[in-house]
């Protein structure tokens, strides 16, 4: 069996030997919309849960919006014209609006990549900055939430009168969706702020995973901590495979914001009849395979489709490395996952910390393997050892050993596939 995975810009081809009970699970959504631009009128002029946003604007004097960063593909171009007019519809002047790339704790944009986030022609025009999570004194303290949290975000979101975030929703390693009130924290937070949100507290939370917002503690963290922000409204939109849009949710941040999750829930979950016994998945392409760290998710999201024990093969171009230096770090100096997660569970948390405790969490439980060109075995110390530089090779050593009928499963999207095992009642 052939497919092809996403990889990089251009993909990358993945052959299984038909032997095996192989089966190839796609990203299920809805069906594009037709007409995106009545579409995103209709969701701005009746949002959900709250006033129209002309109306919600009326009398401000400046507006910001968090936009989300290059390793997102959110249509920024597409929706961010429609909520512009309105803005200026309402009588704040382009001067007065400003965008705020939601880095969390990545990389700020380069001149070019801003380009390709909003858009030339809004880069030409609005002001157009990166969060600097590093940076405290950029930040408002706003307290603590009741669990502890000390919230700082970022001031040029909170000095605006109306607080505003464009994304999409997507299922999420730890918050279950992204989009909404992700675009402000981790977003716009400072890293004193993101280091609380990812330590082991939450990050080892059963319900704290893909697809999980019920119940989900940083889910609800990360609500309080928007509210403190005064988050004012929201214009989440779902994306195909082929990332045009599905759907359009936008107004109030908890409203339709849920209003967003469950129509991914109805529309996107992939059922399978049972867990398999090897996986082969990715960083799901560029952008969101530019670094190893951005690829875990990949692996994380295979765990629900995958048996105890079983095995997980994670394909990923990571063309700029392995990631930030805090996170190259913690990868070169792994001795062992179980190792790594005693090692942090009573110390202070360090920055980025926390992806390499999601791939550990999932490594204690299964055998991981990878094929990442764009970072050699030395970077990722104990996971060099099961590291490949040759597709071929990774895959025959991910079935050596397996009998001929094991169920292999296939994800070509990697973690835009959201997918359960549930097994059949007879």
Not at 217 to 231: D, T, V
């Amino acid at each position: 069996m052939k497919t092809t995975f996403s990889f990089g810009k251009n993909g990358i081809e993945v052959s299984v030997p038909d032997s095996y009970a192989c089966q190839i699970v796609r990203s299920h959504t809805a069906s594009a919309i037709g007409d995106v631009a009545a579409a995103l009128a209709d969701a701005l002029d009746h949002p959900i849960g709250c006033d129209p946003l002309v109306k919600i604007a009326a009398g401000k004097r400046s507006a910001a919006i968090a936009v989300c960063d290059i390793t997102r593909p959110a249509p920024n171009e597409i929706t961010l014209p429609p909520l512009l007019a309105r803005l200026h519809t309402a009588g704040i002047p382009a001067e007065a609006v400003t965008i705020l790339i939601a880095t969390g704790l990545h990389r700020g944009a380069t001149q070019d990549e801003i380009e390709m986030i909003v858009g030339a022609e809004i880069a030409r025009k609005y002001r157009v900055v990166s969060h600097d999570a590093r940076d405290l004194a950029s930040h408002r303290a706003l307290g603590n939430t009741w669990r502890g949290t000390p919230v700082f975000i970022d001031e040029r979101f909170m000095a605006a009168d109306l607080h505003i975030s464009l994304g999409f929703i997507e299922q999420h390693l730890m918050l279950g969706f992204s989009g909404g009130r992700k675009l402000v924290v981790p977003g716009l937070a400072a890293q004193e702020t993101i280091k609380v949100i990812h330590s082991p507290l939450f990050n080892r939370e059963p319900l704290a995973t893909e697809g999980s917002i019920a119940s989900n503690p940083l889910h609800a963290e990360f609500l309080e901590i928007a509210a403190m922000a005064r988050h004012d409204f929201i214009l989440d939109v779902t994306l195909t495979v082929d990332r045009r849009i599905s759907g359009v949710f936008a107004g109030n941040p908890v409203k339709a914001y849920a209003a967003g999750v469950e129509f991914t829930e109805t529309t996107c979950l992939e059922n399978l009849h049972e867990l398999a016994d090897a996986v082969i998945t990715c960083g799901a392409g560029y952008p969101l395979d530019l670094t190893f760290y951005q690829i875990v998710k990949g692996v994380t999201a295979a765990q629900h489709i995958t048996k105890p024990g079983g095995r997980i093969l994670l394909l990923g171009e990571c063309a700029e490395g392995v990631g930030s230096p805090e996170f190259a770090h913690g990868m070169r100096t792994l001795t062992g996952y179980q190792d790594f997660l005693d090692e942090i569970e009573n110390t202070p948390v360090e920055v980025d910390q926390w992806q390499l405790e999601r791939l550990a969490l999932v490594g204690v439980k299964n055998e991981l393997s990878f094929y990442a060109p764009g970072v050699s075995k030395s970077e990722l110390g104990f996971a060099g050892a099961h590291t490949f530089s040759d597709l071929n090779e990774a895959v025959a050593a991910l079935l050596e050993g397996l009998p001929t009928d094991a169920r292999v499963v296939l994800v070509p999207d990697g973690p835009y596939t959201y997918a359960r095992a549930v097994p059949v009642c007879v």
